[in-house]
């Protein structure tokens, strides 16, 4: 029996309570947007595959508040340790890598079950809870909105009516099949298996380990508990093959053996495969793919749930500008134009490094073992390696140049990158009609999570106009010649910054017709 929802009419329906879901309904509910999320699941995970928290994804997090609670709950790995036949035989490091280009210079590590915890606490103290053990029936389209039939844990149907469908449920997703949306790629033929442990050896220094021998790579991932350990490897294919089940004495000989380790206590053990597949598109209509539901890909570098929190902001602001009546339902479309090539691209580099690294012969292991450890210390000794080697495992590098949202350059910033972040300081000089709160740097500003310009250095007459006429938050902060050197901004030079700390529109000429055209011609209202 299907009955009409009791809930007020939410403005977006969210399928899938993971970090992807959690993230677009914490985005969407600070901003002001009616949300419902749903989740089959009778209870948020208790265990996780998903471990690394990039820079992007805490930068993200900062401007919604909950960056200091995840940084105070992971932990901070040091480096990564390359072992070879048993011996410790490279060390990479990792703490701060990245000092000088984000507030977050290192890789943080942080189970993906007390992630999804934080952020189902941050949601319900905004009031909002999932609805657990509750399945999107199916849904169909009209151009007034989305209607959606939900089942409830006593099996009974509701209507959900809604302006917008976000399906962030996952690599099977409902919502995608429901679409009828292609998910191209393939399954590696590999089986890994994943396992929390208890142990004792040189590999519980809260740092990472990887062993390189033969084709079955292993690695050990630091938890916060003392002792307390990640095991991620790949199976052999014989006993993949075997036709039993496989239990955590199928393949503890490794970890025992290559990486010196006694092991007490196995608190969890599972096994599974790895696809690397992205859909053919990630809008139709009002659905929006999201997360794992529009692309999954090997676990190399930590990329999967950060790129699914990456398109949650992307979607938020977005949808928020739509229902608010800010901008018109052509901005959705950049969801995906935005999104999709870097999916593309990240599967791509996941795929040739992962296969790279499991190859099998002689040459490959050669490549692995001995050629590997010796050249990646050194090449990561090279400021411009290292930087480059941060910004792409960290996701501060994803730019969205191309897009019909980007516009003007001036240096080495365009329209589309990531706002370069830069330590500042209060400048008591500023005239009226700017912001003259003291920042510690300029990301500070981005927590009001709506457009605003930046200038480094005195602003325009012109611009103050245009920001005034606009009602867009001016904010001014003192230039120094090593800021620019650092960062590749320019003295009085505006950048117009959307809400998710992307750069829209970079202005050399900080001309108010400039910034009012950029809204006109898209449509949109800051």
């Given at each position: 029996m299907?009955?009409?929802?009791?809930?007020a009419?939410?403005?977006?329906?969210?399928?899938?309570a993971g970090?992807?879901?959690?993230a677009?309904a914490l985005w969407?509910?600070?901003?002001?947007?009616?949300i419902?999320?749903?989740d089959?699941?009778?209870e948020?995970?208790?265990?996780?595959r998903?471990?690394?928290?990039?820079?992007?994804?805490?930068?993200f997090?900062?401007?919604i508040?909950?960056?200091?609670?995840?940084?105070?709950?992971?932990v901070?790995?040091a480096?990564v340790?390359?072992?070879?036949?048993g011996?410790?035989?490279?060390?990479l490091p990792?703490?701060?890598?990245g000092?000088?280009?984000?507030?977050f210079?290192?890789l943080?590590?942080?189970p993906?079950?007390?992630h999804?915890r934080?952020?189902?606490e941050?949601?319900?103290?905004?009031?909002?809870?999932v609805?657990?053990?509750?399945?999107?029936?199916g849904f169909?389209?009209?151009?007034?909105?989305?209607?959606a039939?939900?089942?409830?844990?006593?099996?009974?149907?509701?209507?959900c009516?809604?302006?917008f469908l976000?399906?962030c449920?996952?690599?099977?997703?409902?919502v995608?099949?429901?679409?009828?949306?292609d998910?191209h790629?393939?399954?590696?033929s590999?089986l890994?298996?994943?396992?929390?442990?208890?142990?004792?050896g040189?590999a519980?220094?809260?740092?990472l380990?990887?062993d390189?021998?033969?084709?079955?790579?292993l690695a050990?991932f630091p938890?916060?508990?003392?002792?307390?350990?990640r095991?991620?490897?790949t199976?052999?294919?014989?006993?993949?093959?075997?036709?039993h089940?496989?239990t955590f004495?199928d393949?503890?000989?490794r970890?025992?053996q290559h990486?010196?380790?006694?092991?007490?206590?196995?608190?969890w053990?599972?096994t599974?495969?790895v696809?690397?597949?992205?859909?053919r598109r990630?809008?139709?209509?009002r659905?929006?793919l999201?997360?794992?539901?529009?692309h999954?890909?090997?676990?190399?570098?930590?990329?999967g749930?950060?790129?699914?929190?990456?398109?949650?902001?992307n979607?938020?602001?977005?949808?928020?500008a739509?229902v608010?009546?800010?901008a018109?339902?052509?901005?959705?479309d950049t969801y995906e134009?935005?999104?999709?090539?870097?999916a593309?691209?990240?599967?791509?580099t996941t795929?040739r490094?992962?296969?790279?690294?499991i190859q099998?012969g002689p040459?490959?292991e050669?490549?692995?073992?001995?050629a590997?450890?010796?050249v990646?210390?050194l090449?990561l000794r090279?400021p411009?390696?290292?930087?480059?080697?941060f910004r792409?495992?960290s996701?501060?590098?994803?730019?969205?140049?191309d897009?019909?949202?980007?516009?003007?350059?001036?240096?080495?910033?365009r329209?589309?990158?990531?706002?370069p972040?830069?330590r500042?300081g209060?400048?008591e000089g500023q005239?009226?009609?700017t912001?003259?709160?003291?920042?510690?740097d300029?990301?500070?500003p981005?927590?009001?999570?709506?457009w605003?310009?930046?200038?480094?250095?005195e602003?325009?007459?012109?611009v103050?106009?245009?920001?005034?006429?606009?009602?867009?938050?001016l904010i001014?902060f003192?230039?120094?010649?090593?800021l620019g050197?650092?960062?590749?901004?320019?003295?009085g030079?505006?950048?117009l910054?959307?809400?998710d700390?992307?750069?829209?529109?970079?202005?050399?000429?900080?001309?108010?017709?400039?910034?009012e055209?950029?809204f006109?011609e898209?449509?949109?209202?800051?």
């Amino acid at each position: 029996m299907t009955t009409p929802s009791p809930r007020a009419t939410p403005s977006v329906l969210i399928v899938g309570a993971g970090p992807t879901g959690l993230a677009l309904a914490l985005w969407l509910t600070r901003v002001g947007v009616g949300i419902r999320i749903i989740d089959k699941n009778a209870e948020a995970g208790t265990t996780s595959r998903a471990l690394g928290v990039q820079a992007r994804t805490l930068e993200f997090y900062r401007q919604i508040g909950i960056a200091d609670e995840v940084t105070r709950a992971a932990v901070d790995a040091a480096g990564v340790n390359l072992w070879v036949r048993g011996a410790r035989t490279a060390h990479l490091p990792l703490r701060d890598i990245g000092e000088g280009l984000t507030p977050f210079p290192s890789l943080l590590i942080y189970p993906q079950d007390a992630h999804e915890r934080l952020l189902i606490e941050r949601l319900h103290a905004l009031g909002i809870d999932v609805e657990r053990r509750t399945e999107l029936a199916g849904f169909d389209q009209n151009p007034d909105g989305l209607h959606a039939t939900l089942r409830g844990p006593d099996g009974s149907e509701q209507v959900c009516d809604v302006a917008f469908l976000a399906g962030c449920d996952g690599a099977d997703s409902t919502v995608r099949r429901t679409l009828g949306v292609d998910f191209h790629g393939g399954t590696y033929s590999w089986l890994f298996y994943v396992a929390d442990v208890e142990a004792k050896g040189p590999a519980t220094d809260h740092e990472l380990h990887i062993d390189l021998d033969e084709a079955d790579l292993l690695a050990v991932f630091p938890l916060k508990e003392p002792g307390c350990i990640r095991l991620v490897g790949t199976i052999r294919q014989d006993l993949a093959n075997g036709g039993h089940e496989l239990t955590f004495d199928d393949v503890s000989d490794r970890a025992i053996q290559h990486l010196k380790l006694t092991i007490s206590k196995v608190n969890w053990f599972s096994t599974y495969h790895v696809h690397h597949r992205v859909a053919r598109r990630f809008r139709q209509g009002r659905a929006f793919l999201v997360g794992d539901a529009a692309h999954i890909h090997s676990p190399v570098g930590a990329q999967g749930m950060n790129t699914g929190i990456g398109d949650a902001v992307n979607l938020a602001w977005k949808v928020a500008a739509v229902v608010d009546g800010r901008a018109p339902d052509s901005l959705l479309d950049t969801y995906e134009t935005e999104r999709i090539d870097f999916a593309r691209r990240l599967v791509g580099t996941t795929d040739r490094v992962f296969t790279v690294a499991i190859q099998e012969g002689p040459l490959a292991e050669q490549v692995r073992t001995t050629a590997f450890p010796r050249v990646a210390p050194l090449l990561l000794r090279l400021p411009a390696l290292r930087g480059w080697f941060f910004r792409t495992l960290s996701q501060i590098g994803v730019h969205y140049r191309d897009s019909p949202l980007s516009a003007g350059a001036a240096g080495a910033v365009r329209g589309g990158d990531r706002l370069p972040w830069v330590r500042t300081g209060p400048d008591e000089g500023q005239d009226e009609g700017t912001d003259k709160a003291p920042h510690e740097d300029n990301f500070a500003p981005l927590t009001s999570l709506g457009w605003q310009v930046h200038v480094y250095g005195e602003p325009s007459a012109a611009v103050k106009e245009g920001c005034e006429a606009l009602g867009l938050p001016l904010i001014a902060f003192p230039w120094s010649p090593d800021l620019g050197r650092t960062s590749g901004l320019r003295q009085g030079v505006s950048y117009l910054i959307r809400p998710d700390g992307y750069v829209a529109l970079v202005d050399e000429e900080s001309s108010r017709q400039q910034l009012e055209d950029y809204f006109t011609e898209r449509g949109l209202q800051p």
